[in-house]
């Protein structure tokens, strides 16, 4: 299970973003898929994260706030971060990542074992 995001990109404050999260491999659907980001200067945070099914998702309440989504199509092996209402505070690299956390432990970066290389989402005016 390799991750490739895309789709990062700039956009203006109060627009939307759709990053994607596709992997390769028949065993894509067993893999909790993570969403992290870093901004210049900062340490990586966890964004959210979806479970295998797609029937459970996580989202880190103070940073994103209800503005992003997660959702999964494993018929096509991708994740989705819907990402609605973006501020400058939003620019960051985003990663996904691939593995199989501990609901306790789904912030960890350490939990997942497949990172993409992560694409940059600017927003500006």
């Known amino acids: 299970v390799q991750p490739v995001e895309a789709w990062g990109g700039l956009v203006q404050p109060g627009g939307s973003l759709c990053l994607s999260c596709?992997?390769?491999?028949?065993?894509?659907?067993?893999?909790?898929i993570g969403w992290f980001r870093q901004a210049p200067g900062k340490e990586r945070e966890f964004v959210g994260a979806?479970?295998?099914?797609?029937?459970?998702?996580?989202h880190d309440a103070d940073s994103v706030k209800g503005r992003f989504t997660i959702s999964r199509d494993n018929d096509r092996n991708t994740v989705y971060l819907q990402m609605n209402r973006l501020s400058p505070e939003d620019t960051a690299r985003y990663y996904c990542?691939?593995?199989?956390?501990?609901?306790?432990?789904?912030?960890?970066?350490?939990?997942?074992?497949?990172w993409g290389q992560g694409t940059q989402v600017t927003v500006s005016s």
């Open positions: 979806v479970s295998g099914s797609g029937g459970n998702t996580y």
């Open positions: 596709a992997a390769s491999g028949r065993t894509f659907s067993k893999y909790t």
């Open positions: 990542a691939a593995g199989r956390p501990l609901l306790s432990a789904l912030r960890l970066e350490t939990m997942y074992t497949y």
